[in-house]
């Protein structure tokens, strides 16, 4: 886990997970609140890192700090969550691990939904499959500073995905009162492209989508179109 300013949420996180795990493994990127109090009480292994920050304590680099907190862990098979989350059922994921096929020849990767935003009821309005459960550890790497995926490394066979429909991992976000900086992914995206060019088409889909949201129409549409089609938007 990464955490930062997530006291309104984490204990419940952490105590969703705590019994069915071997080990917690918590990177804090610069709380100030008892974010660091709460996870001390359940981690086996806590951080404050902010190598993923810049000189004015704002992240970075959101895969940074998730594959600093890979480093810190010890098994082959690792699983990742929010500090807003909480994993319902979290007892199966022993029972995935010991159903793993064997002799595949690649990496493995669970996915199954992730409830991402909900209603004023509770209901899920936005739900969408995630990379969970991985294995082993040292062949996977986050990758792009926001929107962040877990890809399998550079020379590493391709990963055999396996879908399945539990545990349930539940976004809090409506309960969360961690602060947040108003157009932070745009910054992050815009600095990344800048320095990394416009070959990794993910960060690019990513920045389109955060200029279109941030009123930068145009920019975003420019953003999202591959270069062949640009004739789509001429006289």
Known sequence: ??????????????????????????????????????AARYADKFEVWTGCNDDQGRIVDFSAARNRSFELASHDWVCWLDGDDRVDGAEQLRKLVSAAPSGLGGPIQYMWPYEYRHDASGRCTVLHYRERLLYPRRDFVWQVPVHEGCLPRPGTAPAHAIVVESPRFIHRLQDSNKPREPGRNLRILESYVRKNGEGDVRALYYLGVELIQNCEIGRGLATLTPKGMNWFYTD
């Open 1 to 38: 886990m990464i955490i930062r300013d997530e006291s309104s949420t984490l204990e419940d996180c952490l105590a969703s997970i705590r019994p069915h795990v071997d080990e917690i493994c918590v990177v804090d990127t610069g709380s100030t609140d008892d974010s660091p109090l709460i």
